[in-house]
């Protein structure tokens, strides 16, 4: 799995981390209970996120078992100062969790809960309070392959490289203020990457491959350096935005990251565990619904 916060692989804040290391993501959904898939039907999807009323965007949910899950949607920041973190960190104190969970895929060493904040956010806080408490800390994504060959199913593989290569792109230049050069580096790498995954093998490896395949859907902005953070807006169309069909590939891609993150937290609370989970916080009143049906 490619690590760029310098986290700029998947759902990608680009920080870089002091020290990276790779992990497993819980993918779960295929070996969850008959009770559990059935309540996934409950998860929503993200053309219909405007039918939520008065979306709710943490929840504290307690199962049968009495076993408990403390699901926090937050605002994607490195900025220690924000009140969010007390707000993580008194959660945490209250629910002594077992296990936590985090969105992303990176993995880092931190000696302060600051430092963590700086170098990846709201997972690296996660992170570093897990360790802090010697209990694991564990990935919600699903693996990448699995991603993949779940939109191949809907887009084509242009579509869909493109697609990973510009969100990392826009996000490394909106957060992060990177250089062109920078710009170029990290496109690359995650061409590199994508190229090892079925399915992607064989298209858009190159910078020059990259710079016709974008000129194939846009003439503006006029490099693939400069496309704007809306494209990657599931809560927005593409025809809203001007990005062709990256909206759609994201409201896709989101709701089946959201499925594996639904089915990973309701089975980690009904094995009988203290659970504590910190997402963007769109992805909440997504799952909620099924999550509350899973576990009450």
Not at 51 to 74: C, H, W
Not at 139 to 168: G, I, M
Not at 248 to 257: A, G, K, Y
Request: aromatic share 8%; charged share 20%; hydrophobic share 40%.
């Amino acid at each position: 799995m490619f690590i760029y916060r310098i986290l700029c692989g998947k759902r990608m804040r680009c920080t870089i981390l002091v020290a990276v290391l790779l992990i497993g993501e819980a993918t779960l959904f295929s070996q969850s209970s008959p009770h559990i898939q059935l309540c996934s039907t409950k998860v929503v999807p993200y053309p219909e996120r405007n039918k939520i009323q008065n979306p709710m965007f943490s929840t504290d949910l307690t199962a049968p078992n009495g076993e408990r899950l403390v699901y926090i949607g937050a605002r994607h920041s490195n900025d220690s100062t924000d009140v969010q973190f007390l707000d993580i960190e008194k959660a945490w104190e209250d629910i002594t969790p077992t296990i936590a969970f985090f969105e992303g895929t990176g993995v880092g060493m931190w000696s302060s809960a600051e430092q963590a904040i700086r170098g990846a956010g709201e997972p690296g806080l996660i992170q570093f309070l897990a360790q802090k408490d010697s209990i694991p800390s564990i990935s919600l994504e699903p693996s990448e392959q699995d991603e993949v060959a779940y939109l191949l199913t809907k887009f084509n593989p242009e579509q869909v490289k493109l697609f990973y290569t510009l969100r990392v792109v826009s996000e490394m230049r909106q957060r992060q203020n990177r250089s062109e050069p920078e710009l170029r580096v990290a496109a690359m790498n995650v061409m590199q990457r994508l190229s090892k995954l079925k399915g992607l093998e064989n298209v858009v490896r190159t910078l020059e491959e990259l710079d016709a395949a974008y000129r194939n859907y846009w003439t503006k902005p006029a490099t693939w350096s400069d496309v704007p953070g809306d494209w990657f807006n599931p809560l927005k169309s593409s025809s809203e935005t001007g990005g062709v069909f990256t909206n759609e590939i994201n409201q896709e891609s989101s709701h089946f990251r959201d499925m594996n993150m639904y089915s990973v937290l309701a089975t980690a609370v009904l094995e009988g565990n203290r659970v504590i989970a910190v997402v963007g916080r769109d992805h909440v009143p997504m799952q909620a619904p099924a999550l509350k049906c899973a576990l009450q």
